[in-house]
């Protein structure tokens, strides 16, 4: 019984601590100037997304910014952020526009914009029930 729950379980393990070291190498890089993080860490998953016999992972990080999209955009593409197997995560950017009718909004934050940055690696499945 033992064995079998290792069997599951080490695959699960091995894939988190790849997880968990891609959000450590974004963690550990400078943020962007004007920009903040907006909460204690990120949301981050390993699953299969679509089809096929492969892993997926994903962390999304939540920042407060004065910079524009292209600004954060640029700044990501040229960062050193090492992603699961050692190669660079795809990063995406999304930045929201404050509207005066959000339940969030003050004057005093109107230049400020909301931005969600995503960072995306894959492998293949190995043996990790969650990748089939």
Not at 12 to 17: I, K, P, Q, R, S
Not at 99 to 128: C, N, Q
């Amino acid at each position: 019984m033992i064995g079998l729950f290792l069997l599951i379980k080490i695959p699960m393990w091995v894939n988190d601590a790849k997880l968990a070291a891609m959000v450590d190498s974004f963690e550990s890089y400078p943020l962007p100037p004007k920009s903040e993080l907006m909460d204690d860490g990120s949301d981050a998953s390993i699953a299969l997304r679509g089809s096929g016999d492969h892993c997926d992972y994903r962390a999304r990080f939540t920042l407060r910014t004065a910079l524009t999209g292209r600004e954060l955009t640029e700044y990501y593409d040229r960062a050193n952020i090492a992603g699961v197997d050692g190669s660079s995560p795809d990063i995406t950017v999304w930045l929201s526009e404050p509207s005066k009718r959000s339940a969030y909004f003050s004057e005093a934050e109107a230049t400020r914009g909301v931005a969600i940055v995503e960072l995306y690696d894959g492998t293949g499945p190995g043996l990790d029930f969650r990748c089939r």
